[in-house]
């Protein structure tokens, strides 16, 4: 099927990624997942190239570029490079934090972090998830203590990707009122301690780390958005969360497959290519009707996305559907593989493990039916 959700610049865009990608990233891949680190003058060098932090306004240094569909097209990229702890790590930079960051800053604080982020010299990461508050945002229970202008933070939080790499981490958490409000805990703030390095199934190259904050006190500047408006602030911003774990996901599918595809054409048994078998051509032909028909979705909101028309519940429909997708798709590409297909120097045994995350971080599920239903209820 003919793909129209790009023009000529978005291609031109592409081969610039792409040469950054064979540069940069191809050639460390391996090492990076190996030891468990990125190095971080990727990230400067992906901002320079122009495949990092584009929404930034050029008054701070960045391109000022909104238009979703390069990151799509960045996507894209990275899934065929297979360096999919960099593309996380990357959407996590570009569809969480620095989304925050641009609506809810003042001025001082846009001129204090966004010239970083331009640059790809401050990293940061987004702390909601705590031991006994995953999907249920309310029960976070990390508290925030007015101290004169200053606040007092303690608590714990869990599961938090790049904690370890983080400069600046945005930290949900509960005042004395019973509101959430958001914080920017900036490194090496006396009483911010960074646990262990969580040993993951999966994105090994990206850290996921446990943070405790021991009375740090954190002043009033580095307050997020309006005091009290912290869970408001954290649901308005799912929508482009869900859509960058979306994007993510049809960009994997879609390289899991073309990889696959050329797998199934070369690889012979019993005399011939195993695409020479009706089975085969069977689970292909699935596979591409559901990958086109998916992709015709996330198109559609990509567009929307742009329009500012994508609502919560249509992000959360692409959310739970297209990560399910990966998922089966990524499995039945494993088959097809056979023996192959379970060793890791071939993608798409690194896609599997890879991969099973898609249905459970930015809201599981079950939590995206959940939103779907109650809209449907309404």
């Known amino acids: 099927m003919q793909r129209d959700l790009y023009d000529a610049d978005h291609e031109l865009y592409r081969k610039t990624v792409r040469e950054f990608v064979t540069r940069e990233v191809i050639p460390h891949r391996a090492r990076w997942d190996a030891e468990h680190w990125i190095d971080r003058e990727v990230f400067a060098a992906a901002a320079q ?79 909601m998830t705590e031991p006994g508050a995953g999907s249920d945002l309310r029960g976070i229970k990390t508290t925030a203590t007015r101290d004169g202008d200053d606040w007092i933070l303690n608590g714990q939080k869990t599961f938090i990707s790049s904690g370890i790499m983080a400069d600046l981490v945005i930290v949900a958490a509960r005042t004395s009122s019973g509101e959430f409000t958001l914080f920017v805990v900036e490194r090496d703030m006396p009483g911010f301690e960074r646990g262990r390095k969580l040993e993951k199934i999966g994105l090994p190259g990206n850290d996921t780390a446990e943070l405790f904050f021991d009375d740090v006190r954190v002043p009033a500047a580095n307050v997020l958005g309006d005091v009290g408006r912290g869970l408001h602030n954290l649901m308005s911003h799912l929508p482009r969360e869900r859509l960058g774990v979306t994007a993510k996901a049809m960009a994997l599918i879609r390289a899991i497959f073309d990889e696959t595809l050329a797998y199934c054409k070369d690889r012979e048994a019993f005399g011939k290519p195993i695409i020479g078998n009706q089975h085969i051509r069977f689970e292909l032909a699935e596979m591409a009707t559901e990958i086109d028909i998916a992709e015709a979705y996330v198109d559609k909101s990509v567009l929307a996305y742009n329009a500012g028309t994508l609502t919560a519940v249509d992000a959360a429909k692409g959310k739970w559907f297209v990560s399910e997708l990966q998922k089966r798709v990524v499995d039945r590409c494993v088959q097809l593989h056979g023996g192959y297909g379970y060793m890791v120097e071939y993608p798409v045994a690194r896609a599997f493990v890879d991969t099973r995350i898609q249905t459970i971080y930015a809201g599981t599920t079950e939590i995206m039916k959940e939103i779907i239903g109650r809209d449907l209820a309404r």
Not at 85 to 92: E, F, K, P, R, V
């Open 49 to 127: 190239a122009g495949v990092y932090a584009l929404e930034v306004p050029e008054a701070y240094g960045g391109s000022g570029v909104t238009d979703y569909r390069y990151r799509m097209v960045a996507c894209e990229e990275l899934a065929r490079s297979q360096a999919l702890s960099l593309a996380m790590t990357i959407g996590l930079q570009d569809d969480l934090v620095l989304h925050y960051l641009l609506d809810l800053t003042s001025e001082e604080q846009k001129q204090r972090w966004l010239p970083g982020l331009a640059t790809g010299d401050l990293i940061g990461a987004l702390a």
